[in-house]
């Protein structure tokens, strides 16, 4: 099965921060990807699928890029809400496993 | 507006089989062209796809779980449920049902749109 790793595993950034997160696949998964942010206390929401597209009502400073086996989160300019974790998934095939999160807070 | 809420029991004594059923309301299973995960969330930990089922019943598992897993529609295409078998302590966690939303539009795209709100279930004599 392929693997998804994610770096870092936490940061701390301040408001206004460009922050980074980037996710990585054992093998080649296209641009089958989608990112995820789950806020403490509340269940995931979809940020960005096929690697860069930006769902519907997310804000415009989450930005998405990749493709093959590298690819990254972008928040242009980190506000108090976006405390949180992100997650990549991939859905090329089955499982359509998650990365273990990155774990974003405010310096 | 299509809604999810998990139910099952809380506790589960290690070694039995773990049963829980997610209601879909405000829309139908198999009237829409969608499938319906289960995804799990140890407490503090990452999120763990256990795998979906489509309204044909078709399945999908993840290779981790799979020989202890059964994810299936009811004939009222209002509920699916997930079936657990042999839990361990290793299967504590909060366990939230989801609907795969999916298709082409230039290219395929996949996410989770809707989720219910998660059932905790701890394993424990």
């Known amino acids: 099965d392929i693997q998804m790793t994610q770096s870092p595993s936490s940061l701390s950034a301040s408001v206004g921060d460009r922050v980074t997160i980037t996710c990585r696949a054992s093998?080649?998964?296209?641009?089958?990807l989608t990112w995820y942010q789950q806020k403490p206390g509340e269940v995931p929401k979809v940020l960005i699928y096929?690697?860069?597209t930006l769902q519907s009502g997310v804000p415009s400073r989450f930005s998405g890029s990749g493709s093959g086996t590298d690819f990254t989160l972008t928040i242009s300019s980190l506000q108090p809400e976006d405390v949180a974790t992100y997650y990549c998934?991939?859905?090329?095939?089955?499982?359509?496993?998650f990365g273990p999160g990155t774990k974003v807070d405010l310096k | 507006q299509v809604q999810l809420q998990e139910s099952g029991p809380g506790l589960v004594k290690p070694s039995q089989t773990l049963f829980l059923t997610c209601t879909v309301s405000?829309?139908?299973?198999?009237?829409?062209?969608?499938?319906w995960s289960w995804i799990r969330q140890p407490a503090g930990k990452g999120l763990e796809w256990i795998g979906r089922?489509?309204?044909?019943?078709?399945?999908n598992y993840n290779p981790s779980l799979k020989s202890r897993v059964t994810i299936s529609v009811d004939t009222s295409k209002t509920r699916f449920s997930l079936k657990l078998t042999s839990v361990t302590a290793a299967d504590t966690a909060i366990y939230y049902c989801?609907?795969?939303?999916?298709?082409?539009?230039?290219?395929?795209?996949?996410?989770?749109?809707?989720w219910g709100t998660g059932t905790t279930v701890t394993v424990s004599s």
């Open positions: 405000g829309g139908s299973i198999s009237n829409d062209n969608y499938y």
């Open positions: 096929t690697a860069s």
């Open positions: 989801a609907r795969d939303n999916s298709g082409y539009d230039d290219y395929y795209y996949y996410y989770m749109d809707v």
């Open positions: 089922v489509y309204s044909s019943g078709s399945t």
């Open positions: 093998q080649d998964i296209g641009y089958y």
């Open positions: 998934q991939k859905y090329n095939i089955a499982p359509f496993t």
